[in-house]
Every structure is written in structure tokens, then in C-alpha cells.
């Protein structure tokens, strides 16, 4: 048996949000459990008493008495909480106090703010006033194009006070992005940015603004707050009200308290195929679930400053914000977080105090190949936790934290989506962490991992589902009609089964390790295997900065994987690199596995939120258009796919010839 990479203390059980939990269930429900695996079996056997001891312990604020926490339990279709009114504001503006601020920002810039509890409940009730002006009534749509900056939050919360549904685009999302996404829920009122800078450049945004203000007849007016310019003018568009104007008016904050199913935001996939997903979620099973992700498996508290790096177009920024509901400090930073060096977010973390730091595993890899050293940039003596999420972190992620950052840390990496905007995997500060492994299933997920014919496995890799509902799953997708395409997602292979499309295996433990995307697997001579494994040795590498792998399976034929891989500069791929590359392959995972052709590209193609776009390229390499397969303004990188069409387009001469 492996030693933990990190055990916790008995002061940090003893004072962790969930042994409080734990102790309260004893004394107020009779409630005994020996160990978390058991307390977790409670939690998702008896839905019902756990969710309602949610409500309770966090004591939920709803102008209607409780009953019922869960009404039906089918899915998709789940009845929660009926007849309670509440408010996802209300929840937050319960934690002000003048003893710490709100919100902490910073910008790569340079500039930054801290904004008390007081400030931001004024500016919110007066931009939600407004608002109600302009006509903004329960269920219309406000959309923000808007970067990770204090304004948004206030935005967020004046549209959710007045039982308004939010939207987000990140400013960097190009035209085609943001209407494919907006014009979709037809939106009543835009709030925007001029620009904004990144990566040291500045990004200008009015002309493309007025091209997608000019494609959404649907919006009456427009908020528009100089950020990059401090001198646009709100004449520069029509029906418009500068930022500045929009929050002068002292209002009192009242926040409209609505059903518990009333729809928060709309949230949207990732986008690389079709139209993307106007995912729904609700304002109650946005506050419940949130409270307790934050309380349990984050464990934060008054007495946190909560960062986790994130744009506003990726969930985790609605994760972010959340910190609200536990009283937390959030820190924000917009910015390239490698610009000017990879340094640039531990010297955020620690000149502002901040003990819980998450960011994209994407990040922290950067941070080992870049030779970061944490400490030598920054005083992390604050710091307790670290989260990671977005793709699988290695092994070795998890090492180089414990080597580079500090060895007594809680490293807690999660595992959720924007499908449901919580996590169904993660960590909890009372059990240790091995390395590679997330701790347990979160309270009130029932994950499982099936084999094919929809049994569960332990120890075997398999589908990830969740074989029962949970709040924050979405109400529905926005004009999608008898639900068919919302079925069709997530409840296409495993009827009355959510299937997350993700390989994970559960440990004898009850840990998790989540193999990366199941539509996107190896499946060579009858042995699958998710891409994240070769990544890994691949990358381990350090010639090699990133890689991506495709399993070609071509009808009554062997299958061809090709497998391209980005070089750190000064290094090419060579022919003794490439026999390195194969070896690795061969000896990390099986013979099978090593790939038919090694090719050297200047960058993966990846979507906006970061994910390695495996099956775009795989359906491209098969024939597939490339229209049909990826939305060049839903990607980061989106001159990376000229490279694959022009070698699709050899291959099928090739393959026609033959």
C-alpha cells in the first residue's frame, strides 16, 4: 500500500466544516458515523434527510417553510424543495461585516481594488434599480461580455436579486461565440467592456460589439463601462448608459426571493460542435449545492481569502463567485497568468493573503516545466489549500506541489462540469491525499463507474454517471423542446442514469482518478484506455511541451493513431526523440498502445476553457468538415487547426490513391 502524500492533522480534522457537520447531525438528528465513506453512503441512500439537513444547518433563507426536499426523484425531471421561495443574493448579503472586504481584485495591469461588503450590497442595489428602469423583469435575459473584474460580480448580482437570468461571455470570445450563445436565450439587456489587455496586448472590442449588438434585436439597452478606453463614450452606442451612471443612484438592495426551481443563469458547453448547450440551472440548486461544495470539500469559511483562477466564460467562475455564500473573501485577477512569467499568480496568492488557490492543471504543469518556484516569488505562508481541475492532474503534478510549494499543504483536486456547475469528485480536509488520486465522491453525488452493461465497478475503469439526481442539475436547455436533446446528452446510454463522459475509476479506498473524455478514448485491439495516461508519460518529457493523441478507427480495418506532439523551443522532434517518445508509450502503458506516426505541430488545438479538442480532431482526420466539427471563435488557439486540415486533406488523397 502507497504512503499518503499528505495526512491531515488532528487540529485540521478537528476544525474542518465537515466534522461540525458530522457533530451536528449526531446531536440534532441522532446521526452516527464512523468514517466519511460512511457518512457519504447516508448522504446519497437517503437523498431526501440529507439535502433537508443541508437546508437546515446552513439555515436557508425562504420566505415559505420547508417541506419536502426532494419531491420526485426521477431523472431527468427531479422535483426539489417545493413551495420555498429564496433568493441567491439574499444567501450572500447575510455574511456582511465590516471586518474584511468582499472582493480583493487585481489586474495584470497593475491596478487594484478591495471593495467592502457595505460598497458592494450599495453598488448592486443601485445598478439593480436600473435595471427594473430599463425594464429587466423576473426572467428576462442579461448577458455580460465582460472580463473577471469586481463590475461582474455586481452585474451578476443586481440581475439574480431581481429573479433576472445571467449570461457570460468572456471578452476575448469572438463574434460568431457570443451569438452563437446569446442569440439563443434573446437577451434584453447587454452589459460590456470596451476592451481589455491580456498577456500585456490591448484588445479593443467596440467595433465587434456593435457587430453583435447589431444581431441581437432582442436588446434594449446596453451598459457599457469603460475599461480599456477610460474615455469611450456611452454615445458611441445606441440606448446606452455608462457604468459609472448606472450605479450613481442610491437604491436599496431587495432581493426578489422566486421559486427554488426559478432559473439563475444560463451556462453553455464548451461549443466545439454544433450550437452550444444553453444549459439552466436554478437559484436553489445553485445555492445548495454551492454551500455545501464550499463548506465540505473546499472548506471555506468568514475567515478564507478564496482564489481560483478562471475567465468568465468557464464555470469555475461561478465557482468563484460562490465564495460569497460562505462568507469568504474572494480574491480575483484578470489577466494572463503567465504574462509576464509564470510567477505572476503566486505573487497575486501571496501579497494578498489569499489560503485557498485553484487553477486549471494546465497551470501547475506550466509551473514544473517553466522551473517556478513558488516561494522564491511570493510568501505563501498563508496559504492551506490548493485546488486543480479542468483535466486530470498527475502524478507528478501532485508532487511538484508537494516539493515546490509546501509539503504540509491539503492539495484538492476536483472534478465536476459545467453541466451541473458542481463537482461529483473532490476532496475533503479530514482524509489524506495520494498522489495522482482525488479523495473521495463529494456528499450527495451517487458516483459509480459502469461497465458497459450499466454495472458498477471498483478498482476497473469505467463510464462516470451519477445514479441519482442531485439540486444543481439543470432544469433544462433553453428552448429545447420535450427536453430531447438535454436526454439525449446525458441520458443516452444509460436510461434514468446521468453519464458524464468521462472515464473514472473508484479506488478500494473511495477515492477517484478520472482518465479524461470516454468519447474520446483509446480503444486498441480491445484494451481502452483514456488519453490522459499517454499524455502523461509523454509529457513527462522535457523536451516536450504538449501533445494530443487520436484513435482513427476506420470500418473492417485496424484503427491508425497518430499522435502529435508540441516541442519546447530550441528542441525539434527527432528521430531519437521520437524512439524515446515510443519507448515511454510502450513501457507506461502496453505495446498496443504505442502510436502508428509521431508528427511535430506548432500548437493543439484547444477550446476556450483549455481542453484539448481530442474528438474535433479525430472527427476532422475521419472526414468529417471542418465547419461541422469546430467553431473557430469557441477555441484559444484557433490558426492551430490549419495544420490538421491541411494533413487530413493529405491523408485522404492518400487513402483515395490507395
Known amino acids: 500500500m502507497e504512503n499518503p502524500a499528505w495526512t491531515p492533522s488532528a487540529a485540521t480534522v478537528g476544525n474542518a466544516k465537515i466534522t461540525r457537520f458530522a457533530e451536528w447531525l449526531a446531536r440534532e438528528r441522532g446521526l452516527h458515523f464512523a468514517d466519511y465513506d460512511a457518512l457519504w453512503q447516508w448522504s446519497v441512500d437517503e437523498l431526501d434527510a440529507f439535502w433537508g439537513a443541508i437546508w437546515d444547518y446552513f439555515g436557508i433563507r425562504s420566505t415559505t417553510p420547508r417541506g419536502a426536499a426532494l419531491a420526485d426523484a426521477r431523472m431527468p425531471g427531479a422535483q426539489w424543495f417545493p413551495g420555498v421561495t429564496l433568493n441567491y443574493v439574499d444567501q450572500v448579503f447575510r455574511h456582511a461585516t465590516t471586518a474584511r472586504p468582499a472582493i480583493v481584485f487585481r489586474s495584470e495591469s497593475g491596478e487594484q481594488r478591495e471593495i467592502g461588503w457595505a ?33 461582474t460580480i455586481v452585474a451578476f448580482l443586481a440581475t439574480a436579486s431581481l429573479g433576472a437570468i445571467w449570461s457570460a461571455c468572456s471578452p476575448d470570445m469572438g463574434r460568431i461565440a457570443v451569438l452563437d450563445r446569446f442569440r439563443q436565450i434573446a437577451p434584453k439587456v447587454m452589459i460590456a467592456v470596451d476592451g481589455y489587455r491580456y498577456g500585456g496586448k490591448p484588445a479593443d472590442r467596440r467595433e465587434l460589439l456593435h457587430e453583435i449588438l447589431g444581431e441581437l434585436p432582442s436588446i434594449d439597452h446596453m451598459v457599457l463601462l469603460p475599461y480599456l478606453d477610460r474615455a469611450a463614450q456611452a454615445a458611441d ?16 438592495l431587495v ?9 439563475l443563469w444560463v451556462v453553455y458547453s464548451s461549443g466545439t460542435t454544433g450550437l452550444p448547450k444553453p444549459i439552466v440551472h436554478s437559484q436553489g440548486g445553485i445555492v445548495i449545492e454551492q454551500v455545501k461544495l464550499g463548506a465540505f470539500h473546499l ?9 481560483w483562477y478562471s475567465s468568465t466564460g468557464w464555470i469555475m467562475w461561478n465557482c468563484q463567485i460562490s465564495g460569497l455564500l460562505a462568507g469568504s473573501t474572494i480574491c480575483i485577477y484578470d489577466g494572463n497568468p503567465g504574462w509576464p ?65 509546501r509539503s504540509d499543504i491539503w492539495l484538492n483536486p ?48 469505467g463510464e462516470l454517471v451519477c445514479s441519482a439526481p442531485m439540486p444543481s442539475m439543470p432544469l433544462h436547455f433553453w428552448n429545447d423542446e420535450n427536453d430531447a436533446r438535454y436526454k439525449e446528452s446525458y441520458f443516452d446510454v444509460y436510461p434514468g442514469i446521468w453519464r458524464h ?36 508519460a509523454v509529457e513527462e518529457l522535457p523536451e516536450v511541451l504538449d501533445s494530443l493523441v487520436v484513435d482513427l478507427e476506420f470500418l473492417g480495418r485496424e484503427s491508425y493513431m497518430p499522435l502529435f506532439v508540441v516541442m519546447r523551443p530550441g528542441h525539434d522532434l527527432t528521430p531519437q526523440l521520437e524512439a524515446t517518445i515510443r519507448e ?54 484557433p490558426a492551430s487547426l490549419d495544420w490538421f486540415v491541411a494533413f487530413a486533406a493529405k491523408r485522404a488523397a492518400q487513402e483515395q490513391a490507395a
Open 237 to 252: 452606442f445606441a440606448h446606452c448608459t455608462l457604468w459609472r451612471d448606472a450605479i450613481a443612484e442610491p437604491a436599496p
Open 584 to 637: 515511454r508509450i510502450k513501457v507506461a502503458l502496453s505495446p498496443r498502445h504505442v502510436p502508428n506516426d509521431v508528427f511535430q505541430v506548432n500548437e493543439v488545438p484547444r477550446t476556450l476553457s483549455g481542453k484539448k479538442m481530442e474528438l474535433p480532431i479525430k472527427k476532422l482526420l475521419l472526414g468529417h468538415a471542418l465547419e461541422k466539427i469546430a467553431n473557430p471563435d469557441a477555441m484559444a488557439n
Open 255 to 263: 432581493p426578489e426571493h422566486v421559486p427554488f426551481d426559478h432559473p
Open 414 to 461: 476536483i472534478s465536476g462540469g459545467t453541466d451541473f456547475a458542481g463537482c461529483f469528485v473532490g476532496g475533503v480536509p479530514t482524509l489524506p491525499v495520494y498522489n495522482g488520486e482525488m479523495q473521495c465522491r463529494c456528499l450527495g453525488a451517487k458516483v459509480e463507474a459502469y461497465d458497459d452493461n450499466g454495472k458498477a465497478l471498483i478498482d476497473e475503469v
Open 341 to 405: 512569467d509564470w510567477s505572476a499568480l503566486w505573487r497575486f496568492v501571496g501579497e494578498t493573503g489569499v489560503t485557498f488557490f485553484g487553477a486549471g492543471a494546465a497551470f501547475f504543469l506550466s509551473c514544473l516545466k517553466a522551473h517556478v518556484e513558488p516561494n522564491d516569488v511570493a510568501d505563501l505562508s498563508r496559504l492551506r489549500v490548493i485546488g486543480s481541475t479542468g483535466s486530470p492532474l498527475p502524478p507528478e503534478g501532485y508532487q511538484w506541489i508537494y516539493d515546490h510549494v
Open 299 to 307: 472548506d471555506l469559511g468568514p475567515e478564507d481569502r478564496f482564489h
Open 501 to 536: 463522459g468521462d472515464w473514472i475509476r473508484i479506488t478500494p479506498r473511495g477515492g477517484a482518478i478520472i482518465y479524461g473524455r470516454s468519447d474520446a478514448t483509446i480503444n486498441r485491439h480491445g484494451i481502452r484506455m483514456g488519453t490522459s495516461e499517454l499524455y502523461r
Open 119 to 151: 460598497e458592494l450590497q450599495a453598488q448592486v442595489g443601485a445598478l439593480a434599480a436600473t435595471l427594473k428602469a430599463m425594464g429587466v423583469r423576473r426572467g428576462d435575459r442579461v448577458v455580460a461580455y465582460m472580463p473577471n473584474i469586481p463590475e
